[in-house]
């Protein structure tokens, strides 16, 4: 899952995707949060500021007691995903579970720190949100802004995680776990300059990344006590795992109609949703090269066969569609913010020469959005109808290019809040 420092696992590449591909485009933190229900809410910007300043008290607290991370460099992955809606603001939240004899334990918890009388772990619950979804009820879920802050609490998680030593394994997985992804994706509102604050706009995308325990037999790793409880127990979630793979494929092969036994197990009942349609389900297996493990790797292989058959069926996607939102708004108002910082840079550079200090400097401050752009600047438009430049009124008419739209629809907008007239490009520059 997680790889070697030279050559990175599933997880850390696909959070290396997730952060390239979303890199400009995500929300301040704190905007956007999840609730105890597995649902998402935006919140205002005063308290998602007020949640920064804690957030950042805490930060500093935890840094003066010193912190436990990972210490090697880790080479990352460049892939992106480039068909993404740049109308979008996008939100990354994490959460690290195991499964340990059918109970489920949060691996992010923060734990009593008395080490004299520790509180145990407290075990969570499944239960299914307003949407028929399976969620973990109480468990700790992060927004992180990278993929170097994902890893953090990764290694944080890795070291609760359940291992002991048995026969074969040195450091053997006594627990499924499941490290869980969400992206949200909240609409811009027209001016492109702040997401709406409505709950049934947001778009929810998770992916669950899940290590499974391999399956063991007792007179090879001689276990005995807790180990061959723990052994059984795998063992068990496993069996259930392929019952239902059996009969999900009985079903389609034959159309009946029987019961697939997802609440015999926890892994199962809280993956039911995709198994039943609404999400894809791939599966890697590890086999061992060893002639000693030749019955275990035969085992996996006719697994990996039976998974291989089960063809889910997915409902059509339905695409949201917002009224009364045109694309490319959250372009247009970036290229409006970068000609009002270069404005001000602008202002700031004739004050600090002395030049014409009696004119007063452009009301930047009071532009909020696109459509209230100040009336002291003009546009000019050049034969190319998709350019358009912003240049100020300073003293001896300079004209100073500051943007070039890209797409009709940003010109369009700077169109509709400026004030001016159409000509050449030589009124641009002369």
Request: aromatic content about 8%.
């Amino acid at each position: 899952m997680t790889g070697e420092p030279g050559n990175g696992g599933m997880l850390p590449r696909s959070l290396d995707v997730v952060f390239n591909s979303i890199a400009d485009l995500q929300s301040e933190r704190f905007l956007i949060k999840p609730d105890q229900f597995n649902a998402i809410e935006v919140q205002s910007e005063f308290n998602a500021r007020m949640e920064q300043q804690r957030y950042k008290a805490s930060l500093q607290a935890k840094s003066r007691g010193g912190t436990d991370s990972p210490d090697f460099i880790r080479v990352p992955d460049t892939l992106k995903i480039t068909e993404l809606d740049e109308d979008n603001v996008y939100a990354v939240f994490i959460s690290f579970i195991e499964i340990y004899n059918n109970y489920i334990y949060d691996l992010l918890e923060d734990m009593d720190t008395d080490e004299l009388h520790p509180k145990p772990p407290q075990s969570r619950t499944l239960r299914e949100d307003s949407n028929h979804q399976m969620f973990v009820s109480g468990v700790t879920e992060i927004e992180v802004k990278s993929t170097e802050e994902a890893y953090e609490f990764i290694w944080k998680g890795q070291q609760k995680r359940r291992v002991a030593q048995t026969q074969l394994n040195h450091e053997s997985s006594r627990s499924h776990s499941v490290f869980n992804i969400r992206v949200v994706s909240g609409p811009l509102d027209s001016a492109g300059a702040q997401v709406i604050m409505e709950r049934s706009m947001l778009t929810v995308s998770q992916l669950a990344l899940v290590d499974l325990a391999g399956s063991e037999r007792t007179s090879r790793t001689r276990a005995t006590g807790d180990r061959l409880r723990e052994a059984g127990n795998i063992n068990a979630n496993l069996m259930v795992l392929r019952t239902c793979m059996e009969t999900l494929r009985e079903n389609q092969a034959s159309g009946t109609t029987r019961i697939v036994p997802y609440r015999d197990s926890k892994l199962t009942h809280m993956f039911k949703n995709y198994f039943d349609g609404e999400g894809k389900v791939r599966m890697v297996v590890c086999i061992s090269p060893r002639s000693e493990d030749y019955d275990e790797t035969v085992h996996v292989m006719k697994f990996a066969e039976l998974a291989q058959e089960v063809q889910v069926t997915r409902p059509q996607i339905k695409r949201v569609q917002f009224d009364g939102l045109l694309p490319g708004r959250g372009n247009a108002h970036k290229l409006y913010r970068e000609a009002m910082d270069q404005l001000e840079e602008m202002r700031q550079d004739e004050e600090r020469k002395g030049v014409d200090e009696n004119i007063p400097p452009p009301a930047i401050a009071s532009a909020p959005s696109v459509g209230q752009i100040p009336m002291t600047f003009s546009f000019a438009i050049s034969s190319a109808p998709e350019d358009l430049f912003l240049y100020d009124y300073f003293p001896g008419c300079r004209r100073h290019k500051l943007v070039s739209c890209d797409d009709e629809f940003s010109a369009a907008v700077f169109r509709s809040g400026l004030e001016g007239k159409a000509g050449d490009e030589k009124a641009v520059f002369g």
